[in-house]
């Protein structure tokens, strides 16, 4: 038959090809270049092989394009030859189906005889039967055709096999399932009833098993067709079920939808150009909607029985396995390595936005996405907290350290970035490096939002603490004279960045590191709650409420971080103020000592290092009132940090309290009373300024007992005796303060209160 049908194959294509005009001997050669690819035993690989062995690019490609012609020309001749051999093919169909119910009708026979052997086997003999058989006509009265007449029970064993071999050959299933249920049930009645011989009852529990045996396998392969699906295939899963073959049952089920899903899957390669965002979205919703439908299926099914529920499970956590695997490779992993945070992020939020609503069919695969993305977007939040860092370091080199509002281009995302507090960022004023740094965390904030249930926000948090410190470092070192002090602090490294030379540069420096720490940044961290609420709204509300201890915490290094400046800077003017540019002391011994033993009219004030001290308050003051707007406590702690640190400077310094305790010349009334003096005029002006502290308070207190003790040592006398009274100390401290803030004339200065009427004072 084969032989006739390619024979009349090619007798179509050569009257086709002498139709079309087409030469014999270009149709002869076109069916021996056809004719190696009709064998049975055609091997692809072995033929591609032998014809590129040794055939360079072009040759190559000339064979290329003679294959897509043969291609075509065969698909060209299948086609021909379908039609060609249409209907034969429906005789050959009519022929199969009439082979069928000769086959049907000797399966009858066959089950006819297969009952006779089974009876004679039984022991029964033919002899007693016929007797009995006699007898009983005899006493009936019946003939011996109506006695052998069998029964309706023999008649159903006889014909029941045939029956079910009926309905599995067309194929209805429920028809068949119910019938091998009714069969079960009546022969499980034969054997407690006896009614049937046990050949018989034997005979019909192998053909209802081989029945059975046989509709599983139809159903199994019904179910592996990729046609197969829907209401049809859980139809034929629940047959399966029914047969008693449960486990094989869902193990068919879970791959049914794994073949239908790899199918997809082979399509969605072919039609993606590129891997990111739409890829990541498609394979998504295909992988976790294949995963729902076989928990949906397997759900109504087979319940919520233990065995089948962790074997869905295992299997689904597998699936999101290789899913995130082929994320990661294809899409994830390329981005974090370049940095991309956001794509980053946009791959994230979408495969768990995806996974998350299996959550309602008891499905919690998110921590298995988790698992895989971590590491890719810790390298991604890694590369762009090194952006930030390197990025500002490059402009904190060129940034002339003055206070500007931001540029448009900044506005729109901090005016976004600040609509979570209701108050526009860019009303506060920065240097550029600053502004820069604060649109980078805005933006890395918004990036690093949909990735906080990656357990990541810790970690960002420090990250950016990290980068500020960084920061921070630079601007110490932007002070004059402490580069060498501070080239060790962490980040700072061997980075260059411009000097800050005038006191309003340097407190500038200071407006950025408190603005950044107190408001700007977190501010921008609060992105991070925003979008933990939204992503948890079903969660459990302790854990949101526990994030802000965590960020009140995050806010408070920031502080300290900063608290590192504004001690140097503080150092650097305490420094500044007491010691001359060639290192001397300003603050020595003998500005208390020589006082006694001059005998010219003392005119009564306060030491120059101290008026010194107050007009740097003073402008401290003045510059923080443009450059620290809305933060005046800051102004007033720095006001106070410094003033701490030049009365700490006098307290520690062992040189100087050597000099009043044990120097050549005891401190005299004189000295003393200057010092005192000094000490009062610190503690009026700082708390007219509102910045005595408790511990500068204490630090005074502790340099006038010491002065104190000393004269008393080296005079034997009360101090108090020769001090005047505190009123006059008052008095002299206020005039002072008025003089110095030019609110009063020098005119009328504390010049009256000359030694002879401070000897009165003491005497009174």
Same mark, same amino acid.
């Given at each position: 038959m084969a032989s006739a049908k390619s024979s009349r194959s090619r007798s179509l294509q050569s009257g086709a090809a002498s139709a079309k005009g087409i030469p014999k001997d270009a149709v002869t050669r076109f069916e021996e270049n056809l004719h190696v690819f009709r064998s049975d035993n055609f091997d692809a690989d072995a033929y591609v092989q032998s014809k590129c062995h040794? #055939?360079?690019?072009?040759?190559?490609?000339q064979l290329c394009s003679y294959l897509l012609e043969i291609k075509r020309a065969s698909a060209e001749e299948m086609r021909k030859s379908v039609y060609a051999n249409y209907a034969a093919f429906i005789r050959t169909a009519k022929? *199969?189906?009439? =082979?069928?119910g000769d086959l049907s009708s000797m399966r009858k026979l066959l089950s006819t005889q297969a009952t006779l052997v089974y009876n004679l086997a039984d022991g029964v003999r033919i002899e007693s039967l016929s007797e009995s058989v006699a007898d009983a006509s005899a006493i009936t009265g019946l003939s011996n055709d109506e006695a052998t007449e069998p029964s309706d029970l023999e008649k159903w064993s006889t014909e029941f096999p045939d029956l079910l071999d009926v309905l599995l050959a067309e194929r209805r299933i429920d028809e068949a399932l119910s019938s091998l249920q009714e069969g079960e049930k009546i022969v499980s009645e034969m054997k407690e009833n006896n009614s049937?011989?046990?050949? %018989? %009852? =034997?005979? =019909?529990?192998?053909?209802?098993?081989?029945?059975?045996q046989r509709l599983a396998d139809q159903l199994a392969e019904a179910v592996c067709q990729p046609s197969t699906r829907g209401s049809e295939l859980?139809?034929? *899963?629940?047959? #399966?079920?029914? &047969? @008693?073959? @449960?486990p094989r049952a869902h193990t068919l =089920?879970?791959?049914?939808h794994y073949k239908r899903y790899q199918h997809n899957m082979r399509n969605l390669r072919c039609s993606s150009t590129s891997y990111g965002g739409a890829y990541t979205a498609a394979f998504s919703q295909l992988v976790f909607s294949t995963i729902a439908q076989a928990a949906s299926d397997s759900l109504a099914i087979f319940g919520q029985e233990t065995a089948y529920a962790s074997e869905l499970v295992t299997w689904a956590t597998k699936?999101?396995?290789? $899913?995130?695997l082929l994320i990661k490779r294809h899409a994830l992993g390329s981005s974090a390595a370049a940095g991309g945070l956001r794509s980053a992020a946009e791959c994230v939020r979408i495969a768990l936005g995806h996974c998350s609503l299996l959550e309602a069919r008891g499905l919690a695969l998110c921590p298995v996405l988790l698992k895989h $993305?971590?590491?890719? %977007?810790? #390298?991604? #939040?890694?590369?762009? &907290?090194?952006? *930030?860092?390197?990025?500002t370091a490059a402009l904190a080199a060129a940034d002339d350290w003055e206070l500007t509002y931001p540029q448009a281009s900044m506005r729109a995302s901090l005016r976004t970035g600040s609509a979570i507090a209701g108050t526009v960022a860019y009303q506060y004023k920065l240097s550029s490096s600053a502004h820069r740094f604060h649109a980078m965390v805005q933006d890395f904030f918004e990036d690093v939002g949909p990735l906080l249930r990656l357990q990541l926000g810790g970690q960002t948090l420090d990250g950016i603490l990290k980068v500020f410190s960084s920061y921070i470092s630079l601007l110490i070192k932007a002070l004059p004279g402490s580069m060498e002090e501070d080239e060790n602090f962490e980040g700072s490294g061997n980075k260059m960045v411009r000097m800050a030379e005038t006191e309003s540069q340097q407190i500038a420096l200071l407006a950025n590191a408190s603005l950044l720490a107190d408001e700007l940044l977190p501010r921008a961290a609060t992105k991070l709650t925003a979008s933990y609420k939204e992503d948890s709204r079903k969660k459990n509300p302790a854990d949101r409420q526990n994030r802000n201890p965590e960020q009140r915490e995050w806010k408070k290094r920031l502080v300290n971080s900063v608290d590192r400046l504004k001690d140097s800077f503080c150092r650097l003017h305490a420094v500044d103020l007491i010691f001359t540019e060639e290192g001397y002391s300003c603050l020595t011994a003998d500005m208390y000592i020589n006082i006694d033993g001059n005998t010219a009219e003392t005119d009564w004030f306060p030491s120059t290092i101290f008026q010194e001290l107050y007009s740097k308050l003073n402008r401290v003051a003045s510059m923080s009132v443009d450059m620290f707007v809305g933060r005046e406590r800051f102004a007033t702690l720095l006001l106070m940090r410094l003033t701490e640190a030049v009365i700490l400077l006098m307290l520690n310094d062992q040189e100087f309290w050597d000099d009043i305790e044990e120097g050549p010349r005891p401190l005299g009334p004189l000295g003393l009373q200057q010092l005192y003096l000094d000490m009062e005029f610190v503690r009026t002006f700082a708390s007219g300024g509102r910045y005595l502290s408790r511990n500068l308070n204490r630090l005074v207190s502790e340099i006038i007992s010491k002065a104190l003790t000393a004269f008393s040592a080296a005079t034997g006398l009360d101090p108090y005796s020769v001090l005047p009274a505190d009123d006059w100390f008052k008095e002299i401290c206020q005039d002072a303060i008025e003089r110095l803030s030019g609110s009063r004339s020098p005119a009328?200065? %504390?010049s009256a209160h000359s030694v002879s009427s401070l000897r009165s004072h003491g005497s009174s």
């Open positions: 040794s #055939l360079n690019e072009k040759e190559i490609r022929e *199969i189906s009439d =082979l069928e049937m011989s046990p050949a %018989v %009852v =034997l005979s =019909l529990q192998n053909a209802i098993s081989e029945r059975k859980r139809s034929a *899963i629940s047959a #399966l079920q029914k &047969l @008693g073959d @449960g =089920l879970l791959t049914a699936q999101t396995e290789a $899913f995130a $993305f971590r590491p890719s %977007v810790q #390298l991604a #939040l890694d590369a762009n &907290l090194k952006r *930030i860092e390197e990025s009328a200065s %504390v």
